[in-house]
């Protein structure tokens, strides 16, 4: 398969059109951003990490039912996946509080939630990715009907399932992550975008360390090193 136009990029990836007017390529990037843009840098050899994560993951919520957009990885920094029309809303699952949970309502730092919370936020960096309810996501036509959001929810819980107790058996605890969908081209819902240590946050049983990307929003350094740490824990 051959990439042709490039049709978006973003913070981290390029999604380039394919020879397949059904198939787009990602390019993962070793860029590095957060807090919307405002902080930036760069690690050789990220993008290509992120990249072997996600293809692991996406295998296995495939192997256990959650339908993905994922088709092969081409090489290092390439993905091939199914084109989709995107879903401009950020699912957001978290079993432990951190990050804009504990800056926003003050829940202390670690402490583990009752129930999993999904929460949805808007995809729209000039607004700063902006909490939304589902009124809010039925006015600005994210979705076209109530039963799209609350098959959104249940996906997400659906692969927290699997996923948490996944990680566990490996030593890791997942904090939070999150997750993007779109509808392919039968209208279907299925997981687009990536699952990696840039959008998900794992903690480190035995020692609490984060293993993700905190490790750059909070500048701690070894981010590369950690992320090497997860996918050799996937892969053993
Ligand atoms: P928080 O809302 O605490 O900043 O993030 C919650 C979880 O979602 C974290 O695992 C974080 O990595 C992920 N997340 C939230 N918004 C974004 C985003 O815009 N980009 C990326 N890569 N991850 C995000």
Partial sequence: MK????LYEGKA???WNTTDENLLISE???????????????EAGKGALNNKISTELFKLLNDNGI?????D???DNNMLH????VILIEVIVRNIATGSLTRNLGIEDGTVLPFTLVEFDYKNDKLGD????????????????QDELDKLRRMARQINDILKPYFFEKGLKLVDFKLE????KDGNIILIDELSPDNCRFWDVQSGESMDKDRFRQNKGGLKVAYENILNRILN
């Fill in 28 to 42: 993962f990037k070793d860029d590095l951003t957060a807090f919307n843009g405002e902080m930036k840098s760069s």
């Fill in 73 to 75: 990885m081409l090489d």
């Fill in 82 to 85: 199914k084109k989709c029309d």
């Fill in 3 to 6: 990439k042709t136009t490039l």
């Fill in 181 to 184: 969908f779109g509808k392919d």
């Fill in 130 to 145: 902006p909490k939304l309810n589902d009124q809010h996501a039925l006015i600005l036509g994210l979705v076209d009907y």
């Fill in 13 to 15: 990836k390029k999604i």
């Fill in 67 to 71: 339908p993905t957009h994922f088709v």
